[in-house]
């Protein structure tokens, strides 16, 4: 069983920064990619920003020269550095998670989100 926790989320205002980070757990084989997404009130879960196994990255067009997602995989964690913040971007992130696991084999994870205030 993997389990995912989020943590680094609270209130800031405008311009402000955040650090997010996302602890993985359990009897992992290997992690392949890790992301960050978020959700507002009635509307999709939309990807903010996603890195694989060979470091490569992907951002949301809102974020792309703000946020900053990186990763170590000798701690299975995964982080979103969060720059310029806006009060758009005030919602609940979730962390994930695929790869390789024992005894369950490939995996796909959820944490349970943290939440990220900015204010005007």
């Known amino acids: 069983q993997v389990q995912l926790v989020e943590s680094g989320g609270g209130l800031v205002q405008a311009g402000g920064s955040l650090r997010l980070s996302c602890a993985a757990s359990?009897?992992?084989?290997?992690?392949?990619?890790m992301g960050w997404y978020r959700q507002a009130p009635g509307k999709q879960r939309e990807l903010v920003a996603a890195?694989?196994?060979?470091?490569?990255?992907n951002y949301a067009d809102s974020v792309k020269g703000r946020f900053t997602i990186s990763r170590d995989n000798a701690k299975n964690t995964v982080y979103l550095q969060m720059n310029s913040l806006k009060p758009e971007d005030t919602t609940v992130y979730y962390c994930?998670?695929?790869?390789?696991?024992?005894?369950?084999?490939?995996?796909?994870?959820w944490g349970q989100g943290t939440l990220v205030t900015v204010s005007s």
């Open positions: 994930k998670g695929e790869g390789s696991s024992w005894p369950q084999g490939d995996f796909e994870a």
């Open positions: 359990g009897s992992i084989f290997s992690i392949n990619a």
């Open positions: 890195i694989n196994s060979g470091g490569s990255t």
